[in-house]
């Protein structure tokens, strides 16, 4: 063997792993210091979970402008893509079914089933509040497409509503 190493090391060695020296806890032993005296040192390492990216007023900007114009609360957190597909989604939904002349529920609730159409279409933000100017002859029901488009623009809201609780996930930092 080496004239720096000891002879009776390899011995050592099994007691040391099944039973680690025990050290008072006021005394601090780095590693270097260990290896010198023939101790095992453990090592614990405490991981810090990340704290959440945005403070709470961010995320409620970031909501109600996803809410108002649809995929907006995405581009605030520079997520691009996911802008644009939630505004070209909604915004395509809400269009056509407008177009088809779907029913546009208003705020007051004459009973349960009204006030579901109105928290849907009222999802879809801007497309709602502009809604009697895209289309200003009004819904007409009475044909398939009316009934079609009352589902589109319902379907556009809740769409909606979807994006900007992603976009309050991430904003959070729940999400990336």
Do not use: C
Not at 10 to 33: F, G, H, K
Not at 39 to 61: D, L
Not at 71 to 96: K, P
Request: hydrophobic residues 50%; aromatic residues 8%.
């Amino acid at each position: 063997m080496s004239d720096n190493i000891p002879e009776n090391i390899p011995e050592q060695i099994p007691e040391a792993i099944s039973e680690p020296a025990q050290l008072p806890s006021d005394e601090i032993v780095s590693a270097e210091s260990a290896v010198d005296v023939g101790q095992v040192v453990a090592v614990e390492v405490a991981v810090k979970e990340p704290e959440p990216r945005g403070s709470s007023a961010r995320s409620v900007f970031i909501a109600v402008a996803g809410w108002i114009v649809p995929g907006l609360g995405h581009l605030f957190q520079w997520r691009i893509g996911r802008a644009m597909a939630g505004f070209a989604a909604v915004g395509t939904m809400a269009m056509v079914g407008l177009w088809m002349r779907g029913n546009v529920f208003p705020a007051r609730s004459d009973d349960a089933f009204s006030l579901l159409g109105f928290i849907a279409d009222a999802g879809s933000g801007i497309f709602y509040l502009l809604a009697h100017t895209i289309e200003k002859s009004g819904p007409d029901v009475s044909r398939a497409a009316g009934d079609y488009g009352t589902r589109l623009i319902a379907t556009a809201g809740v769409l909606n509503m979807l994006f900007v609780l992603d976009a309050l996930e991430i904003s959070r930092g729940h999400k990336n």
